[in-house]
């Protein structure tokens, strides 16, 4: 099989185009099984390309559609409004601990809808993070506040 490396630097999934055993060139790349954290799953599509120049073509706009789809996903999610928070921060007064304070709610409860948070998960989240009373006080007080500038700004109603 013959393997070329298009992925993007950063985090997120890494696209890279591979070709398959009848010789048209594919997408692959592994993300996370939801069902199962920790858990990834190899997936690929087809370009339905055998020219390389083809292929890569087909990779940029895909690529880009998947990043829109993933955008408006996210959107509704507790990490789509943590980002949309923070993303707005530079035009707000918002203090560096908030960031902070963000980074473990996103990391753990991102995935929920707002609706998603019950006295369960925020028990689960309480007991996943062991750390005291207040700093569990400062981060749920962060996320909070990034919820009500979600109703404020009618990203969620």
Do not use: H
Request: hydrophobic share 35%; net charge positive.
């Amino acid at each position: 099989m013959d393997a070329e490396d298009d992925g993007p630097a950063g985090g997120g999934p890494n696209y890279r185009l591979a070709r398959n055993r009848q010789g048209y060139w594919e997408i692959r790349w592994s993300e996370r099984v939801a069902a199962a954290p920790g858990a990834w799953r190899a997936r690929s599509v087809s370009t339905r390309a055998t020219d390389r120049t083809d292929a890569q073509a087909f990779l940029d706009g895909w690529r880009v559609e998947r990043e829109r789809e993933d955008a408006e996903r996210r959107a509704g999610t507790l990490a789509g409004i943590i980002d949309a928070y923070l993303k707005d921060a530079d035009q707000r007064d918002v203090k560096d601990g908030q960031r902070w304070s963000l980074r473990p709610v996103r990391a753990l409860l991102g995935d929920l809808t707002p609706c998603g948070l019950t006295p369960e998960t925020l028990t689960e989240y309480r007991d996943a993070r062991g750390v005291k009373p207040g700093t569990l006080r400062r981060e749920l007080g962060a996320l909070t506040a990034a919820l009500n500038y979600a109703v404020k700004t009618k990203r969620l109603l």
